[in-house]
């Protein structure tokens, strides 16, 4: 891997809250992202990781400006997408696409797989303007995901979930997007499948040096894609650093947790030491004060409740947490 | 209350297993001569990806298939009796005491009108005729149990009030409520966060040793069945593969599938190199090929897989592989 000379993407301080029915105590106002630090370099695959509802979603919709921020900068390239109108805004948006998590709610089983891949130049008319044109990229798309021409003029129903989720990726490269979003892109794929899909999307990025924000649940499947890795819990990131050094050498409590608790595939027969979490993720409607791991967390202590505990500024592996995890002795 | 047998046999044992299914394209065999043995204290999982039939023998097993399949052939012995032998009363009466299931979905699992109380009490109600505090008050033991915090005060709570992770728990506690010898447990944690999938696995493992269960863990995930099962069969279009000891298996399957099953895991390869995936997909049940399911997939296919459907036979002492070349090495790994 080459160190990416640039960022895409740089985001700094985004915070969203949603307003939603009150709750039995009152609380309306659930704040889904906070003070989120964030950047993508080209060519770069981000790994986004935590469990449900810890805001990975809600940012990969702003990634994609679906949502607006409430604070917070986003830079793509150096401009604020949100500033952007009119055809200006237009061309923006072709440049970061999406692949969905779920490849049979994903793609419209009344439209062929050609008409699906096209689709997005229904908007964007003048990235393929030609009809004939059209045809002939849609067939290229198909061969670059690995269909075949044939596959043209069936209709998503008939083909496996990898196929399917293959269409999908070829609709979200039909703009030429520099930066896609994936959304749990093989959860719902079988693993034989998955390895496939996995292989597509590496060769895709290693042609097309595209950037990937890349969200799953599944670490396994983040170790092996990701360059950097960012961990997020109740609507922060606690812990960002490379692949590697998040993975062997957690220093957030959270994420020590996190992949003590992923089972492995290890048949030694001795069991790991396991860190179990007590209890489940708060709401995040009433997030605890203080680091909002605290309630979890065998490190507590007094002023964990108190204060926020900040990212070290400047390091590349930063860990937001007052009592980091000593980097692990090798052996 | 039951008491688990400590002899040597098997508490349950399928044998022989086929089940049916009428479709559009006439009917077709999901489950093929499905054949295991679980002791008591042990687990064994089916582990198989979506469509290899290992949720349909877990519902033929506990009687809840769909009424499009039926079970055409073989046996599922409880204790040494043939519960597909037995009328719907008979099997009623098992269900519960001795043989209970888990579900994957537990929001579509419990009942969203009734509270978790009522639910929880309707296993003492039935079969052990308890009135109605009674069995409330066995229903608030069971949630103390499985680790629902102030049980009593959440009697009169519904389903959707609850986590996921807690609802899990609930039908765990309905699953085991009756000291099943028993229990099935089809994707228990696929639904859910992993902290919470580990917390899961944990009380599941705490029953099984606490009450002497036999457990039947139905996944597709081979790393829970890497650390939660003693036993494993492979299961691949309907059937049974391969079969032995977890340790035994993963550290030198015999199986093709297995073998492409187990390199397919992103876990171990590095960034940026390519993982080992099984070319194709599996074939639609109404079009299994002549001789071995795995022929089109499988890189050590030859003339004799495309002709002779090969048998699980014995590989090593315990173990069992579907395959012509199961004691052949592979021809590139």
Same mark, same amino acid.
């Given at each position: 891997m080459s160190e990416p000379t640039t960022n895409v993407i740089e985001a700094r301080g985004l915070a969203k809250t949603f307003h939603v029915p009150k709750n039995k105590d009152g609380?309306?106002?659930?704040?889904?992202?906070?003070g989120i630090d964030l950047t993508l370099g080209r060519g770069e695959t981000l790994g986004l990781v935590g469990e449900s509802g810890c805001g990975k979603s809600t940012l990969a919709r702003l990634l994609l400006m679906l949502e607006r921020p409430d604070e917070g900068t986003l830079r793509f390239d150096g401009v604020d997408p949100f500033t952007l109108k009119g055809k200006e805004l237009l061309a923006w948006r072709r440049r970061v696409q999406m692949v969905f998590q779920d490849p049979f709610a994903s793609?419209? $089983?009344?439209?062929t797989a050609a008409d699906i891949i096209a689709e997005p130049w229904r908007t964007?008319?003048?990235?393929?303007?030609s009809r004939q044109d059209r045809r002939k990229r849609v067939l290229e798309l198909l061969d670059l995901v690995?269909?075949?021409?044939?596959?043209? @003029?069936? %209709? $998503?129903?008939?083909?496996s979930g990898g196929q399917r989720q293959r269409i999908g990726i070829a609709r979200a490269l039909a703009l030429d997007p520099e930066v896609i979003v994936c959304d749990?892109?093989?959860?719902?794929?079988?693993l034989s499948v998955q390895a496939q899909v996995l292989n597509l999307l590496d060769e895709l990025q290693r042609e097309l040096k595209v950037s990937y924000v890349f969200i799953s649940h599944d670490l396994s499947v983040v170790r092996h894609v990701a360059d950097r890795v960012a961990v997020m819990y109740l609507g922060r990131i606690v812990e960002t650093g490379t692949a590697e050094e998040v993975f062997e050498? $957690?220093?957030h409590p959270y994420t020590a947790a996190l992949l003590s608790a992923a089972p492995e595939l290890?048949? /030694?027969g001795a069991r790991r030491e396991r860190i179990l979490l007590e209890g489940e993720v708060p709401s995040p409607l009433d997030p605890p004060s203080g680091c909002r791991f605290r309630t979890r967390c065998?490190?507590?202590?007094?002023t964990c409740a108190t204060t926020v505990p900040e990212s070290q500024? @400047?390091?590349?592996h930063q860990a937001a947490c007052h009592f980091p995890l000593e980097p692990a002795v090798s052996g | 209350m039951s008491s688990p047998s400590? /002899?040597?046999?098997? #508490?349950l044992e399928v044998d022989g297993l086929s089940v049916e299914l009428r479709t559009r394209h006439g009917e077709v065999r999901a489950v093929d001569g499905v054949g295991f043995a679980v002791r008591s204290g042990e687990t064994l999982a089916l582990l198989g990806e979506s469509g290899c039939g290992k949720s349909m023998t877990a519902q033929a097993i506990v009687g809840l298939?769909?009424?499009?399949a039926s079970v055409t052939g073989g046996s599922v012995r409880l204790a040494g009796t043939d519960?597909? #032998?037995?009328d719907r009363a008979g099997r009623r009466k098992l269900a519960g005491p001795k043989l209970s299931i888990v579900f994957q979905d537990a929001l579509t699992a419990?009942?969203?009108?009734?509270t978790v109380g009522a639910q929880l009490a309707e296993p003492f109600r039935i079969h052990?005729?308890?009135s109605r505090k009674d069995a409330l008050a066995k229903a608030a033991e069971l949630m103390e149990r499985v680790g629902i915090p102030d049980p009593k005060a959440r009697l /009169?709570? %519904? $389903?959707?009030?609850?986590s996921g992770g807690m609802r899990q728990r609930l039908l765990i506690a309905m699953a085991v409520a009756l000291d099943p010898d028993v229990l099935l447990a089809d994707e228990?944690?696929?639904?859910?966060?992993v902290t919470v999938q580990a917390q899961i696995m944990e009380l599941l493992r705490e029953l099984r040793t606490e009450r002497d269960m036999a457990v039947v863990l139905i996944t597709h995930d081979l790393a829970v069945v890497a650390e939660h099962a003693d036993h494993v069969a492979v299961m691949y279009a309907g059937r049974v593969v391969e079969t032995g000891p977890v340790q035994d298996v993963f550290a030198d399957p015999r199986h093709p599938y297995t073998r492409g099953l187990l390199a397919s895991v992103p876990a171990k390869v590095g960034r940026g190199e390519e993982l080992r995936s099984i070319k194709g997909g599996p074939p639609e049940l109404h079009a299994?090929? #002549? @001789?071995?399911?795995?022929q089109a997939r499988?890189?050590?296919?030859?003339?004799?897989c495309r002709t002779d459907h090969p048998g699980l036979a014995e590989t090593a002492p315990g173990r069992a592989a579907a395959?012509?070349?199961?004691t052949k090495e592979p021809a590139h790994v």
């Open positions: 609380k309306d106002r659930l704040r889904a992202l906070d793609l419209n $089983p009344r439209m964007h008319r003048d990235v393929v303007p690995g269909l075949r021409a044939g596959d043209a @003029g069936r %209709y $998503p129903q008939e083909f749990e892109p093989v959860s719902a794929l079988d050498a $957690p220093r290890d048949v /030694s065998w490190k507590a202590e007094d500024a @400047g390091a590349a | 400590s /002899s040597n046999a098997p #508490a298939l769909d009424p499009v519960v597909l #032998a037995l419990l009942n969203p009108v009734q052990r005729k308890m /009169s709570a %519904y $389903p959707h009030q609850f228990p944690t696929t639904a859910l966060d299994i090929p #002549a @001789g071995c399911a795995f499988c890189p050590m296919v030859a003339d004799v395959c012509h070349f199961a």
